[in-house]
């Protein structure tokens, strides 16, 4: 934050004022080269400075200047402020080139001396102050709610681990003393095959508290250290395809299939494939769970518009109610029905973070009389 207010703090009323805010996308990098080269070329016959932001990291500047789309050149100065955004920036830029720097020389022939220049700075720089002071405020909210949500998870995590630890703890006890007892009993001879099952449930009901203690770990780095998003060309079909084939076991120990609806011709996403490819698992690993025996799980695949693809899981398990359809999305959410089982309800909110942190959406829907239709969108790859 400091470089772009070190930049409105040297603000020169003599000089065009730009700023374009970008991000990482691969078409508007493209369309950002363009803006940067035609620039370039007018540098050594106009004076102008261009700042050039990364939409991410100025979010309130982003909502200050009411920008939709991106990339977005913002003339600061002169006055009055202009945007320009859209795919044909560089045409727009070119279009009004000519009448800003008429502006600009208009501006130059009104505030002529030193003092009314002084009145202009003095007029726009307490508008650049408050926008530091709200960002500050936004920024320092952020970390209020990060700081409150740590503490609430740990709240949550203590909570949930006295009371899951307790049932396989109690059931390895039982199995221990047993054979502790019929050890000490001489009277009664070694069972071998009772010493087997009793050690095996043993180690069965450790192997699900290390599972427990390693998701609690998992769930604890990923609330406590930001999303880190390395977008890159992504094809779906291939990632998919992967998915399914590790999924096999899973599959045939219910006996369930998965019918896949993705054409070939899809177009490849700008994505996380680490990420995207932990959200994929996520929800077929859920629509495998909660499926009875017998019956198809669909994954299915659409371009939905020229900016986006529609990932969707359709299951015919119970259905998620419509009353909780949004609550599953919130960290360490469980149905009634789930508080049984393994976990710590933090699947479903990991995959909204990261969705999020792609630009898209995710939600579910009923699918049809039984079951649901988790479905998430991706930007396309541009």
């Not at 009664?188 to 087997?196: D, E, R, T, V």
């Not at 630009?359 to 079951?371: A, E, F, L």
Request: charged share 20%; net charge positive.
């Amino acid at each position: 934050m400091s470089e772009f207010f070190s930049y409105t703090s040297n603000l020169n009323p003599d000089i065009l004022q730009l700023l374009l805010f970008v991000d990482n996308r691969h078409g508007s990098q493209k369309n950002i080269e363009q803006i940067k080269e035609y620039l370039n070329g007018l540098s050594q016959d106009y004076n102008f400075h261009l700042q050039v932001l990364e939409i991410s990291e100025y979010p309130h500047l982003v909502e200050h200047f009411k920008l939709v789309v991106t990339p977005a050149l913002v003339k600061v100065n002169p006055p009055p402020q202009q945007t320009l955004a859209g795919t044909n920036l560089t045409a727009k830029l070119k279009k009004y080139w000519y009448k800003w720097q008429t502006s600009l020389r208009e501006n130059r022939d009104v505030f002529h001396d030193s003092s009314e220049q002084d009145s202009l700075l003095q007029t726009c720089l307490p508008s650049f102050e408050l926008i530091r002071l709200r960002d500050e405020i936004f920024h320092l909210k952020q970390e209020v709610d990060n700081l409150k949500q740590q503490v609430q998870f740990k709240d949550q995590m203590l909570a949930m681990l006295a009371h899951d630890l307790r049932s396989p703890l109690t059931a390895a006890s039982i199995a221990v003393e047993t054979i502790e007892l019929v050890q000490n009993k001489k009277e009664i001879k070694p069972n071998h095959s009772l010493y087997q099952k009793l050690f095996q449930q043993a180690k069965n009901q450790f192997l699900i508290m290390n599972k427990m203690i390693n998701d609690l770990l998992a769930a604890s780095k990923d609330i406590c250290s930001q999303l880190t998003v390395a977008p890159v060309r992504v094809n779906l079909v291939n990632i998919t395809e992967e998915i399914v084939n590790n999924l096999q076991n899973k599959l045939s120990e219910k006996r369930q299939y998965i019918i896949k609806e993705i054409p070939q011709d899809l177009p490849p996403v700008y994505a996380d494939p680490k990420l995207i490819r932990q959200v994929i698992i996520n929800l077929l690993e859920n629509a495998i769970k909660y499926s009875p025996e017998n019956v198809p799980i669909t994954l299915s695949i659409i371009h939905k518009t020229t900016q986006k693809v529609q990932v969707s899981v359709m299951d015919l398990g119970p259905g998620i109610p419509t009353a909780k359809k949004q609550k599953i999305f919130e960290g360490h959410f469980r149905l009634k029905r789930d508080r049984n089982e393994e976990g710590y309800g933090i699947g479903l909110s990991l995959c909204r973070q990261i969705i999020n942190a792609h630009y898209g959406q995710i939600w579910v829907d009923n699918n049809g009389n039984q079951g649901s239709c988790f479905r998430f969108t991706l930007p396309v790859y541009r």
